[in-house]
């Protein structure tokens, strides 16, 4: 009996060794920054700069031949971009530090004026590995965007004053750093500029208003039916908080181009639009917003719908002119 009781404490011993040993984190969040580092150099001779906001941690990469000669991005450049993501990917997976988002941030060394920036939730990172949503829709949930590095151009803008004014390099710092170095607003102003991030903590509220607003471009530009009958121009969306509760904003130029009579169209691109944030929220069964405003600006029109209307639109086959207040003549 002892000898049982005894083997039996030894796998318990071993099984508790094994299960503590299990839930040591690979990225502990003490060493996180440079284990990325370390990584990165490792695995692919890519020198990065890490960064880690409250929630959010960013990878910096520069790297030569961004651009192939028809301004699009290499291969070689999508290599090491895709390297990147899978570094992130693995980094959040296996840390015990509590990351919510992730933030790709390349550029060419020799042309940092433009970037590449990448931004994932880790939960979508982890519905993807477990197959609980498709390719598909993992790439619409990706922020992926290709600018003009934000903090580059307002610099650049102040620079062009302080040389008229032949400002002196340590007043120009001082400016420069008291008032135009500052975390940035909104996420399409993330980006990496001389030796700093230019980045923060990252909510899912704005996360999943930029992706509206991403999707609305996508669609737009992509599916041949929309594109024959719309002109996308420019989308942007914003969480706010109002008297009367929290909203998405939803801000687009979306003019017709098609001879099919023009309220009819008006009602198939709002329906488009409302769709599109419907298979947002929905997905990520988010429900913390009173209502959505759809702000149609070339028509100078403000469209309202409640976040149950919303929420419902497909489940319950809810029609657009039920559900959309609309000022009169607009449908």
């Not at 301004?71 to 509590?98: F, Y």
């Not at 009819?264 to 988010?286: A, D, S």
Request: proline letters at 3%; aromatic letters at 10%; one cysteine or more.
């Amino acid at each position: 009996m002892k000898k049982i009781y005894a083997s039996l404490s030894g796998v318990l011993c071993l099984g508790l060794v094994l299960s503590l040993s299990a839930c040591v984190p690979t990225y502990p969040k003490e060493q996180l920054p440079e284990m990325v580092k370390k990584i990165c150099k490792i695995e692919y001779d890519m020198d990065v700069e890490v960064a880690v906001d409250g929630s959010t941690i960013s990878i910096y990469h520069p790297m030569e031949g961004l651009l192939d000669a028809n301004m699009g991005i290499s291969e070689d450049a999508w290599d090491q971009i895709s390297n990147l993501i899978l570094i992130a990917s693995r980094v959040v997976l296996s840390t015990d530090a509590d990351i919510k988002f992730y933030c790709v941030i390349t550029q060419d060394a020799r042309l940092p004026e433009l970037q590449v920036v990448i931004i994932k939730y880790v939960e979508d990172v982890k519905r993807s590995m477990y197959r609980n949503i498709s390719r598909g829709e993992s790439f619409k949930r990706t922020l992926f965007s290709i600018n003009l590095t934000p903090q580059a151009k307002k610099e650049r803008t102040i620079e062009k004053v302080f040389n008229k004014l032949g400002v002196d390099e340590d007043t120009r710092q001082k400016v420069l750093e008291e008032f135009f170095r500052s975390p940035p607003v909104k996420l399409s102003d993330f980006g990496y500029w001389r030796g700093k991030f230019y980045i923060r903590d990252i909510t899912l509220e704005e996360f999943l208003a930029d992706q509206i607003s991403n999707r609305i471009k996508l669609d737009f530009r992509s599916d041949k039916n929309l594109s024959e009958k719309f002109k996308y121009k420019t989308s942007e969306g914003l969480f706010v908080s109002t008297e009367v509760g929290n909203a998405f904003i939803v801000k687009f130029k979306i003019s017709d181009q098609s001879d099919d009579e023009e309220i009819k169209l008006r009602e198939e691109k709002i329906g488009k639009i409302l769709k599109i944030v419907n298979t947002v929220v929905y997905g990520y069964k988010f429900k913390n917003f009173s209502f959505l405003e759809m702000e149609d600006q070339l028509e100078n029109v403000k469209l309202r719908v409640s976040m149950d209307n919303v929420y419902e639109l497909e489940r319950k086959h809810l029609e657009v002119k039920e559900v959309v207040r609309a000022p009169s003549g607009y449908f």
